[in-house]
DNA sequence: ATAAATCTGAACTGACGAGTTCAAATCAGG
DNA sequence: CCTGATTTGAACTCGTCAGTTCAGATTTAT
């Protein structure tokens, strides 16, 4: 009779459309306010717009559900990440300006609510899901480090850096990015101001092109 | 009848001794391998072999338990890297072997198994106790940062190191050593064999110097 | 229009775990 | 050795939530 229940459903185009994209959707977003544990399929299905036999029938179960939205963020992530990566090119003026600009974006993309959440999340289940990490680090962290160690390799060969191992290059810049903004934003709960970021983002590369500028040409 | 149950009870001498302290450390031994959530009280008595009401009796909830454990951890993870902090002083013999000591100190606290679990434990519950982590995060990282930072301005001061901003030097030596292990563990999950300590260990101290180290006299 | 597939809401089961209760056992101190 | 505080085990309450069931509504395709 009291029934005031559930006035956050959007009614959601019914009948058979991308009901499954809506799903694992509504899931990422729950499963980043509440965590694994506390968000419950019901959340979800009212989130999605949809009934909760119906996630059942989309995805198995709630582990399926936590995987598959997780994997599926995971992915966009890393494609972001690439993107950026892909502005490493043979600099047609300052290098420096090059790399700020790459440093800039992808700690903005560090920085946004999606990667927080996603980190937050494998890294909250990691006992319980271990392979899930294996895959998520892949994507978000040993591809991006690849493609850079790529892009520096080929910056070392032109004489803009000095000649040195790209990999362990790669995983420095990184290194000098992420560390200072993940223990600013309190492991990610606290939002960086802009500010923060682009001091950030310029420290680390004047401390990276100090360490890999060419030497001067010695004796 | 088939009660076979339980046989992992250590008797712990009855009476009143420091159960508080064998319930703490049982506590946080438990949520370390389980997580917040699948942690449940009853095992951490058993790991304790306390009974039940009796962890309710000093502690008042689940809540309360993990907080106090948590706290302690990070007590004592901050005073081993305070130690270690100490030993950077004005070197007697070469810089480069004084950092390499220290960071490989710092690398081997930082990938124990206590400190791996703390940052687990934090990170998962970010959203259910944030002031939480405002103290864990306090203690293994900005005083351990601080107290780095004075040591660097020592080394400023005495010519060792360019001149600089300490705060930003100390943030990113601790960068470049941390993050690398964080990602070569897999966010924790996995165990980085002592040789890759090394490596980052000395690879970061390398890049550092290369950064840091006093400018050749110009001009 | 009609048949097959899908979606819905609501009610249900079953497991699990936090926190409590209590009477009996155990301890510490005077 | 007596008294009061503490501990113990076991059973109990209570709430939550994953996953299921089902009859009826809705959709899509032919």
């Given at each position: 009779m009291t029934d005031v229940v559930a006035s956050t459903r959007r009614p959601a185009p019914r009948g058979r459309i991308d009901k499954r994209k809506a799903i694992l959707d509504a899931a990422f977003a729950v499963f980043a306010r509440r965590g694994y544990d506390q968000a419950c399929v019901q959340e979800i299905a009212e989130e999605a717009g949809v009934a909760k036999p119906t996630v059942y029938n989309h995805l198995s179960d709630k582990e399926n559900l936590f995987r598959h939205a997780v994997e599926t963020a995971a992915e966009a992530v890393m494609a972001d990440n690439l993107a950026v990566v892909e502005l490493v090119r043979e600099p047609s003026g300052d290098l420096r300006a090059l790399l700020e600009d790459v440093a800039d974006r992808m700690l903005r993309i560090c920085c946004d609510e999606r990667s927080r959440a996603l980190r937050r999340l494998t890294y909250a289940q990691l006992v319980r899901f271990p392979d899930l990490i294996e895959v998520v680090h892949r994507r978000t962290s040993t591809r991006v480090a690849e493609a850079l160690a790529d892009r520096l390799a080929r910056l070392c060969l032109s004489g803009h850096?000095?000649?040195?191992d790209p990999a362990q290059a790669a995983e420095q810049f990184l290194a000098l990015l992420t560390a200072p903004v993940e223990a600013r934003s309190r492991l990610g709960g606290r939002e960086v101001p802009p500010a923060e970021i682009d001091a950030v983002a310029s420290a680390a590369v004047d401390t990276f092109l100090r360490a890999y500028r060419p030497e001067p040409a010695t004796s």
């Open positions: 850096l000095r000649p040195c």
